[in-house]
């Protein structure tokens, strides 16, 4: 492959809609590359915009402004990195011969868990969990009583977790219907989802390049308000249901097309795995990779969109421990222990320009034999303000 240099003629010029810390780590590994970083987003000063070779604050669901930078721009790819963009624009870009990645239509059904639900359960006829749509407070009744309590409540479309609940009975119903109407993205429907017991849940990264699939060693996770606090890779499972989880996710990814990266959600119980979600694009949960494997989620995720080999080594078990501000601030400071900066754990700060409560500042990264405990009681000390 031919390489180049950022600000030329000539140059490969990836556009990130979206610049939180996932992109941040994008946007660093492309540039090692030689690639040109446009990043855009709706604030700003956001990671990504630190370290790119320039930035934008749009509203990216404004599909004539989200259109005004990539012409202006003419970017070599569109990495779409949130979920609150304008479709629209991406199917536009497409027609006109800008490359989305991993395409608009893989975009469109995996932005909106009605699209990538409809299309795991009933087109590809995978395993998932019972559900159902709903617009009003009656349906949210009516399906939550054929579903079953406890049942989980989600927007049709959010991230991080924002407005996720789960209900224990029709007493929480009020709460869960608030808490989705509140939360960013499309809370116009929600989807209410049969509460599977399951004994532990994965992330699986898949990532393609258009000529091969590989896989991650899967990534176990802990998760409150349907945001994720720590994962830790590899967690340890059964080969049977190892190796369902991989033909599945072989199969969705495979569905979708395209290149990059695939977060990959699953339930397992005993060998038994039901899909759960997926992302196209490096996955919070992923960013324990930044210490356990030569590549991370992030190297093999520009790895995959340029074509190139996927080829890694996982070097050892690690943890990672998210640490959210439990203060509103528009100047972020952070009481960091020195034990966290040894020989098996590292810091992120991310660098987001303001904080308020509950809202992912930074990361506690750890490797080696009991990282996850080290992980905990590391990220127990940090302190922010």
Not at 55 to 66: A, H
Not at 216 to 238: A, R, T, V
Request: hydrophobic share 40%; charged share 25%.
């Amino acid at each position: 492959m031919t390489f180049t240099t950022p600000l030329k003629s000539n140059s490969i010029k990836i556009l990130l809609l979206g610049s939180g810390e996932l992109g941040k780590e994008v946007a660093i590994e492309a540039s090692r590359l030689g690639v040109e970083v446009v990043a855009v987003d709706a604030y700003e000063n956001a990671p990504a915009h630190l370290v790119s070779t320039r930035s934008y604050v749009i509203d990216m669901k404004n599909e004539k402004e989200v259109l005004r930078v990539i012409r202006l721009e003419k970017p070599t790819f569109i990495l779409p990195e949130v979920e609150a963009i304008s479709i629209d624009a991406l199917f536009v870009a497409e027609s006109e011969g800008f490359t989305v990645i991993p395409n608009a239509q893989a975009v469109n059904k995996t932005m909106n868990r009605k699209n990538i639900r409809i299309f795991a359960s009933q087109e590809l006829g995978l395993k998932t969990s019972g559900y159902k749509f709903v617009k009003t407070y009656e349906e949210l009744k009516e399906a939550s009583e054929e579903l079953g309590f406890p049942c989980v409540i989600k927007p049709v479309m959010s991230s991080s977790g924002h407005g996720q609940s789960v209900a224990k009975s029709a007493d929480d119903l009020l709460n869960s219907w608030e808490k989705a109407k509140e939360a960013r993205g499309n809370a116009s429907e929600l989807i209410v989802e049969e509460f599977i017991k399951f004994d532990y849940e994965i992330t699986l990264l898949t990532a393609r390049n258009g000529y091969e699939t590989i896989f991650c060693e899967p990534i176990g996770h802990i998760q409150e308000d349907g945001d994720y606090i720590f994962s830790w890779q590899p967690m340890l499972m059964s080969e049977v249901a190892k190796q369902k989880a991989q033909e599945i996710a072989k199969k969705v990814t495979d569905g979708l097309g395209g290149r990059g990266i695939f977060g990959v959600e699953f339930f397992i119980k005993d060998d038994e795995v039901y899909f759960s979600e997926l992302s196209p694009r490096p996955h919070d949960t992923g960013m324990v990779t930044m210490l356990t494997q030569s590549q991370s989620e992030f190297a093999l995720h520009i790895r995959a969109v340029l074509g190139l080999p996927l080829d890694f080594i996982f070097y050892s078990e690690g943890a990672s421990a998210a640490f959210k501000s439990d203060v509103e601030s528009d100047n972020p400071i952070f009481e960091i222990p020195k034990e966290c900066f040894s020989a098996n754990s590292d810091v992120r700060i991310f660098g987001k320009p303001n904080s308020h409560i509950g809202r992912r500042m930074a990361i506690v990264l750890t490797c080696g034999k009991n990282s996850l405990e080290l992980a905990k009681n590391l990220i127990a000390k940090v302190k922010g303000a």
